[in-house]
């Protein structure tokens, strides 16, 4: 099982980054699939989370309106667009799967919002 997470970058607050996340190893199509993120020194959170068929979304209130999670069951690929980035989006962002019996998590990628 591989999720391999993509897209992290340094950017200026009020920039955009879409992360990408492409899974192998289980059947995609029925895994909820997340994003999470850790700031240095504090908990990992969950900020975006979307059901198996993309029929729901639910978002941390500290990134709504700002962060959309999407996700392609064709390519096996789940994605987090980021607008209006602000210095405390700052974390690295893990890409999370549920299945009905497992659970996995990517390796992350670093996304840096400083000017």
């Known amino acids: 099982v591989q999720l391999v997470e993509s897209g992290g970058d340094l950017v200026q607050p009020g920039g955009s980054l879409r992360l990408s996340c492409a899974a192998s190893?289980?059947?995609?199509?029925?895994?909820?699939m997340s994003w999470y993120r850790q700031a240095p020194g504090k908990e990992r959170e969950r900020v975006a989370r979307i059901t198996s068929t993309g029929g729901n979304t639910d978002y941390a209130d500290s990134v709504k309106g700002r962060f959309t999670i999407s996700r392609d069951n064709s390519k096996n690929t789940v994605y987090l667009q980021m607008n209006s980035l602000k210095s405390e989006d700052t974390a690295v962002y893990y890409c999370y799967a549920r299945t009905v019996l497992r659970q996995y998590w990517g390796q992350g990628t670093q996304v840096t919002v400083s000017s």
């Open positions: 190893g289980f059947t995609f199509r029925n895994a909820h």
